[in-house]
Every structure is written in structure tokens, then in C-alpha cells.
């Protein structure tokens, strides 16, 4: 293979995938919003965590955490190695109420359309990640 179908191919390979960056509002499907009673830091960690033991098929990415604990975090179709895999969702964390957590969850369109099942995968994806979040992440 030459140095030019190389590149090529990666080239091709890359415009497959979402970029973070440049997704907004309307590139997700669904969202929730649900109030933990952690603190922020506590539930990025948890939420980071629940994905890496409980589902590893899935990579997940957070920002730095901002000094007030929020951050966000993107799941990834598979884990985060070289490539820029599918992004399947985003989890948005900010303080709320009485020193717990604000989680918003959103599934990107892209991947929510891919199955038959819609419904379905948004239910179970909401709920698995509120429970990774809440630090709950006893795998099922």
C-alpha cells in the first residue's frame, strides 16, 4: 500500500466519524435530565467509571472539570484509542441542588436512528447512565 492510499483511507475513515466539536443542539435526538444526589466531581468519576467496568464495548471522554465540578463527557461507539469513533451521546454535569448534581443526557440522532429498537435503547441508555452517574454502577 502506498504512502498515498494510506492517507487516503484515513482520510475516508475519519469523515465517518463525529466530531464532538462540531455537534450541537440539533445533532441529538433525546435528552433527560435528572438530579442526582452527589456532588459533580463525584459523578463524572462514577459516570466515567460505570461506562469503563460496566460497558466495555463503549469508550467515554470528559473535559476537565471546571472548579465548580462540571464537566462533560462523550460515549463513544467503541473506546477512545488513535480513531474518532461514532459518538453515541453526551452527558452534561453541573452542580444542583443542595450540593448534588444536575445531569443532562442526550443521545446523538445519528446512533438513536441506527436501530429498531429506539425506545427501547433510550430507555435502558438513560437509565444506565443515570445509575453510572448517582454511583450506582453495579453492572446488569
Known amino acids: 500500500m502506498t504512502m498515498k492510499t494510506l492517507a487516503l483511507l484515513l482520510l475516508a475513515l475519519a469523515g465517518c466519524a463525529s466530531t464532538p466539536a462540531v455537534l450541537g443542539p440539533d445533532d441529538f ?9 452527589v456532588p459533580p466531581v463525584n459523578a463524572v468519576s462514577a459516570f466515567y467509571e ?3 467496568l460496566c460497558d466495555g464495548r463503549r ?16 460515549v463513544y461507539e ?7 469513533p461514532l459518538l453515541l451521546g453526551r ?13 443532562t443526557f442526550a443521545v446523538a440522532k445519528r446512533y438513536a436512528s441506527q436501530r429498531a429498537d429506539r ?20 453492572c446488569q
Open 78 to 84: 467503541a473506546p477512545v484509542l488513535w480513531a474518532n
Open 59 to 74: 469508550g467515554v471522554k470528559c473535559g476537565p472539570q471546571r472548579p465548580d465540578g462540571a464537566a462533560s463527557c462523550d
Open 91 to 103: 452527558a452534561d454535569f453541573e452542580p444542583g441542588a443542595a450540593g448534588g448534581t444536575r445531569a
Open 29 to 37: 435526538s433525546d435528552t433527560r435530565t435528572v438530579e442526582l444526589a
Open 119 to 138: 425506545a427501547g435503547l433510550l430507555n435502558q441508555t438513560f437509565d444506565d447512565w443515570s445509575r453510572f452517574a448517582s454511583g450506582k454502577a453495579a
Open 50 to 52: 460505570g461506562i469503563r
